[in-house]
């Protein structure tokens, strides 16, 4: 099966697409920026457990978008972002750059243009993460400046899955991509792409794909000989996935 997907990849991939937070980061990454803001930005009062604990009761409550975009005006209202700089959000990332990245995707992607979609809250954040890695374009929520400084404000243009979806089949409308993802904010992307690529045992994601959209995830060195449906892999680590693209053309 690993000759059949990356034959598959030969002939039509023209693009990477990865997730970032827990995809490519061995954390999520928000509450680190969030951090951040608070440290930097000095305008706010409340201390992060407040975002976190009031979103989670939100998400036990509504609908997935409604929670996220309920998070983002509390963050705008308590001004955690404000007052902040691209140039400070961009540093930032690249200082924890070597702490934050998981193991293998510097190797994995270092030669490999690859585009984000993402829920985290500002690109520049993003692209300090991944430093030199040759990422070409992220798609995410970002705050909203007026000049050079953050307004506290942060445009909601990736909040779900739907979102994520829609971003991709805009840009890539033929669906002809891989899609790396840790997540169910990251089913549909997965669901669209040529091969998906799941990285962890989020047992929600793999249950969802595997019975309700017949997508057969097989172990790289163990793959099945006669998969049922669609076929794509569920991996742990990113040199596995290395070695899956280690024969493609990703640019």
Not at 86 to 96: D, L, M, T
Not at 140 to 148: A, P, R, S, T
Not at 190 to 203: M, Q, S
Request: with cysteine; charged share 25%.
């Amino acid at each position: 099966m690993v000759t059949r997907l990356q034959a598959l990849w030969h002939r039509s991939m023209t693009r990477l697409i990865v997730d970032f937070d827990l995809t490519l980061t061995n954390t999520e990454t928000t509450p680190i920026l969030g951090q951040f803001g608070l440290d930097t930005g000095k305008h706010c009062k409340q201390p992060w457990s407040y975002f976190v604990s009031t979103y989670m009761d939100d998400y036990g409550k509504m609908e997935q978008r409604e929670a996220e975009a309920r998070s983002l005006a509390r963050i705008h209202q308590n001004g955690v972002f404000k007052g902040l700089t691209r140039a400070q959000i961009y540093e930032y990332g690249q200082s924890r750059s070597a702490s934050l990245l998981r193991a293998g995707v510097k190797e994995a992607l270092g030669e490999r243009p690859f585009d984000v979609v993402s829920v985290n809250w500002s690109p520049d954040w993003i692209r300090g993460v991944l430093d030199t890695l040759p990422v070409r374009q992220v798609y995410c929520n970002d705050l909203i400046y007026d000049g050079d400084y953050a307004t506290g404000e942060i445009e909601p243009a990736v909040l779900v899955t739907e979102d994520k979806q829609a971003v991709i089949r805009k840009h890539v409308p033929e669906g002809d991509y891989l899609y790396v993802g840790d997540s169910m904010g990251d089913l549909l992307p997965l669901v669209d792409a040529r091969i998906p690529i799941v990285i962890g045992d989020n047992k929600k994601l793999l249950d969802t794909l595997r019975d309700s959209y017949s997508i057969c995830l097989q172990e790289p060195s163990t793959p099945s000989s006669r998969p049922q449906g669609r076929v794509g892999y569920r991996v742990d680590q990113w040199d596995q996935i290395s070695s899956i693209l280690s024969s493609s053309v990703s640019s």
